[in-house]
C-alpha cells in the first residue's frame, strides 16, 4: 500500500485563483481528515467525515473552503477564493478501525 | 472542554541528556493517547500509543490517569531525535486533537 496519497504537493497560485487539493486514502479506512498547518497556529483540523459522511466541520475557517468525499476513498478540499492567509501546508489522514491516523505527504500552498 | 497541553514550545538538549516531553490534557471519558513526529518538512508518523505500552525508538510513554498526563520519555537522546512531536487524545469514534507540539533540538 502507498499510504495516504496527496497531489499537488507544492501550489503556487495567485490571489482570488481557486484551489483544489486532492486526497486519497489508504485502501479499508473509512475516516479522513484535513488539517492545516502553519507556524503560527500549529496543526488545526479542518474537517472530518465518517463512512464519506462529514461529521464536523467546525474547523473550517470560512465559506470559501469546501470538502467532499465523493467516494469511500477519495476527498477534495477546495478554496475559492483563495487569500495570502491560506498560505500553509495540509495535510489529509485517514485512519485505520484500531484508532491510528495516517498522515499524507502535505500540500505546500503558496497564494501570492 | 477537551483541551491537551504541550507547555513547551522549544526542548533543546545535548546529544546522549535524558529527555521528556510533557503532554497534559482534559478529556472527558476514557481516552486513548498518541505521540506523533513530525521530521523537518515530512509528514506527521505515529511514534507510539499508550495501550501498545512498546518502547519506539527508545521513546517510552507513560498514561498517567491520577495526573491526566501522558509524558513522552527517553534516557538517552540522539541528534536523529530533532523533530516535532505532538501529543493527541483520542476518543473512539471522535477526532483526533493534537497538541501545539513541542519541538526538539539535541545538538552535539
Known amino acids: 500500500d502507498a499510504g495516504v496519497i496527496q497531489s499537488p504537493r507544492h501550489e503556487v497560485t495567485e490571489m482570488g485563483q481557486e484551489v483544489t487539493l486532492r486526497c486519497k486514502l489508504i485502501?479499508?479506512?473509512?475516516?479522513l481528515f484535513w488539517y492545516r498547518q502553519t507556524m503560527m497556529r500549529g496543526l488545526e483540523l479542518l474537517i472530518y467525515?465518517?463512512?464519506?459522511?462529514?461529521?464536523?466541520d467546525s474547523g473550517m475557517p470560512e465559506d470559501r473552503f469546501s470538502a467532499k468525499m465523493p467516494n469511500a476513498s477519495f476527498s477534495t478540499l477546495k478554496i475559492q477564493p483563495s487569500e495570502p492567509r491560506d498560505s500553509a501546508v495540509y495535510f489529509c489522514?485517514?485512519?485505520?478501525?484500531?484508532?491510528?491516523?495516517?498522515f499524507g505527504p502535505g500540500t505546500r500552498l503558496t497564494v501570492l | 472542554a477537551q483541551r491537551v497541553t504541550q507547555p513547551e514550545k522549544l526542548l533543546s538538549v545535548f546529544k546522549g541528556a535524558p529527555v521528556e516531553l510533557k503532554c497534559n490534557y482534559s478529556?472527558?471519558?476514557?481516552?486513548?493517547l498518541f505521540w506523533y513526529v513530525q521530521y523537518s518538512r515530512q509528514r506527521l508518523q505515529l511514534l507510539l500509543r499508550?495501550?501498545s505500552r512498546e518502547s519506539i525508538k527508545g521513546f517510552t510513554a507513560d498514561l498517567n490517569k491520577g495526573e491526566t498526563s501522558f509524558h513522552l520519555k527517553k534516557p538517552f537522546a540522539q541528534e536523529e531525535d530533532s523533530a516535532m512531536y505532538y501529543c493527541?487524545?483520542?476518543?473512539?469514534?471522535?477526532?483526533?486533537?493534537f497538541g501545539q507540539g513541542t519541538e526538539l533540538s539535541v545538538k552535539p
Open positions: 489522514a485517514s485512519r485505520s478501525s484500531s484508532g491510528t491516523q495516517y
Open positions: 485502501s479499508g479506512h473509512n475516516s
Open positions: 467525515f465518517n463512512n464519506n459522511v462529514p461529521i464536523d
Open positions: 478529556y472527558s471519558g476514557s481516552p486513548e
Open positions: 499508550h495501550i
Open positions: 493527541a487524545p483520542y476518543n473512539q469514534g471522535g477526532k483526533l486533537i
